[in-house]
């Protein structure tokens, strides 16, 4: 039987009074590990609870334990699915938090997916460690399991769009931001003073997601900045997209795409059935999606209509864009294939996952293309092919990278700079302070002196582990 979530709101004093606290547990310094930390007077509120990825030090992150008690957490509240952004989330609640988790409708549905996934592939990767042996732990332990994940469940308390309800002794509100299905901006009041979290803002003109809402105030902000220094190439990611699978194909070659299950997984087969019905790669090209979550997810774009572009035809057509690889054993026997094919599978910055054994099995042929769709994280497998370097580290042995390797980075569901200074001249007035995270160090430096010269504004990037008091 699963625990019930204890309501610590509804013995939660008003914070109306007295200054907010901000401490930034996440996303300082790198785009992974989102996590901050409210605590306005009896209310300690988390919003967004992510894992962190990348280079190793960040990674030893997700094992060390958070400078907080977590049972005295009143509520968790997420901005998305993304596991850099909810992924840490089964480990709280295994540590003791027992508050409610709020986020919006189809958060809730993709974390019923993702988060099991997540720790499924967690058991299999150790599992996977201990039997071959390359693991420098005796065992190797996964950070936290699947049935942990599915417990975690049990403590979500969804909550609809322009909503406003009460969490303690503050006020929630949620609206859409685009990126991924579910994605939201949160805004926190009292009487006093509103707090805003950009989340992961998508595009204004994204094809598939809807534009992120206006915000037109807010005291204090805190902002992505993940495309912070950088435009989106203007052209159409699908003519590249096209070529590369041509190129590719012509030598017999597979295409492998390392590819996010939520969100850039669709965009791609949205573009691939597109790509098809044009003639512009072959209308019998394999193409699979090695995801057993895929289908669910679908479905949850179908119920969620209002949240994306698509009709219901558009949404049918993506699923059918591929094959749907759902075992272990058929996503081995993939790796047996020969081209042309493609074969789109998580993580998106080559992380971990299934298509790990896919770059190991496909890199060291030069007729193959490693392509990656997306933003690669510093000290990700992702960013060191992407580096041009001539091997990767693999279940603890050199793989040598002769394949092609390629970028497609304007198929990000993130804005670019411009669009994100687009969406803060929506802003009635400037935000007391602007708080910069979620983002490299170079970008996130790059967005602040954007804001501070062009809109005036009062910008900073906080450090991992700072407080600040919210006035």
Known sequence: ????????????????VGN?????????GTVTGSKYLVTAGYDKILVD??????????????????????ASLSSVVLTHAHIDHSGYLPLLVKNGFAGKVRCSEATYELCRILLPDAGRLQEEEAEYANRRGFSKHRPALPL??????????AYFAPVEFNREIGLGGLRLRLVPAGHILGASIVCLRDGVRTLVFSGDLGRPNDPIMVAPSAIREADYLVLESTYGDRLHDPEDPRIKLGRVIRKTGERGGVVVIPSFAVGR??????????????????ADLPVYLNSPMAADVTEIYHKHRAEHRLTPEQ????????????????????????????????????????????????????????????????????????????SVKIHGEYVPIRAEVAVISNLSAHADYAEILD????????????????????????????????????ARVPDYLEKVVLQ
């Open 144 to 153: 936290y399991t699947e049935e942990d994940a599915k417990r975690s469940l």
């Open 315 to 390: 949404c049918r057509a993506m699923c059918a864009a591929a094959t749907i690889v759902n075992t272990p054993e058929e996503s081995k026997r993939l790796n047996e294939k020969k081209g042309p094919m493609v074969v789109i599978a998580a993580s998106g910055m080559a992380t971990g996952g299934r298509v790990v054994h896919h770059i190991k099995a496909f890199a060291p042929d030069p007729r193959n293309t490693i392509l990656f769709s997306g933003f690669q994280a510093g000290g990700t497998r992702g960013a060191t092919i992407l580096s041009g370097a001539e």
């Open 20 to 28: 907010w606290n901000l401490q930034f547990l996440g996303a300082t």
């Open 265 to 282: 997984a669709q965009s791609l087969l949205y573009n691939i059935h597109q790509l098809k019905s044009e003639g512009a790669i072959p």
């Open 423 to 458: 969406w803060l001249r929506g802003f009635e007035r400037p935000p007391r302070e602007t708080f910069i995270t979620h983002g490299e160090p170079v970008a996130a430096d790059a967005l602040r002196h954007r804001i501070e010269e062009q809109l005036r504004w009062r």
């Open 49 to 70: 609870c992510g894992l962190f990825q990348g280079f190793k030090q960040l990674r030893l992150r997700n094992w060390a334990p958070l400078p907080l008690k977590q």
């Open 1 to 16: 039987m699963r625990p019930r979530p204890r309501n610590l709101q509804a013995t939660s004093k008003s914070s109306r």
